[in-house]
């Protein structure tokens, strides 16, 4: 059985190479043997665009599907790159293929971000994200439409912004810090975060 992991960064494990490049191998999508199909920095629209060729013309038996980080980023008037009815939009389109396709789709949700040290690395835009309630919040908002899809269309969901709250013991900065789940950049998930990715895949995926 074949499984192709879709996605940005927090799929293909891109900050491994600079953060962590003797754990490469600790990356969920090696860890579950998955065909890795994950560029960091997709956005849905540009996942969306290679979609046929690095998930439907190899027809896996399953794939999961990853994107909302770079998608609600904002710009410097506040507009978040992808709107939310677009993502949605996309996303539906991916599981309307894979249906076509014979592919089980299982969507994932993004892992919740560390505030202050995305503050601390983007401090112009800290006011804008703040406007939309916090980029944790705000980013979380595109998760939520991940599981709304998931729910309305009847099809898996691998909630990792829920599981990394859980294992952190709450969704605060200290807490999440403190666990070790996400990296120094705020946004990407440590060897440790990867294994908690690692357990909801192995649990979902066709053996």
Known sequence: MTLIAFGDSNTEGSNFYGLFPDDLN???????????????????????????????????????????????LLDALGNPKISKSIFELNLNKMIDWANTYGIQAILMTEPPIIEAIFYGRYPSMQSLYVAKGGIRWWANSYNEITRKVAKARGIKLIDNYANFVLKSGGSNDEQLSEFGLIDSTGTHMTPRGHGVVTYSV???KID
Request: glycine share 12%.
């Open 26 to 72: 600790s990356r969920w999508v090696v860890q579950t043997g998955s065909v890795n199909a994950g560029v960091g920095g997709n956005d849905i629209v540009e996942g969306y665009n290679r979609y046929r060729a690095d998930v439907l013309e190899k027809r896996p038996d399953q794939t999961t599907i990853m994107f909302g980080t770079n998608d609600m």
């Open 202 to 204: 192995n649990y979902h």
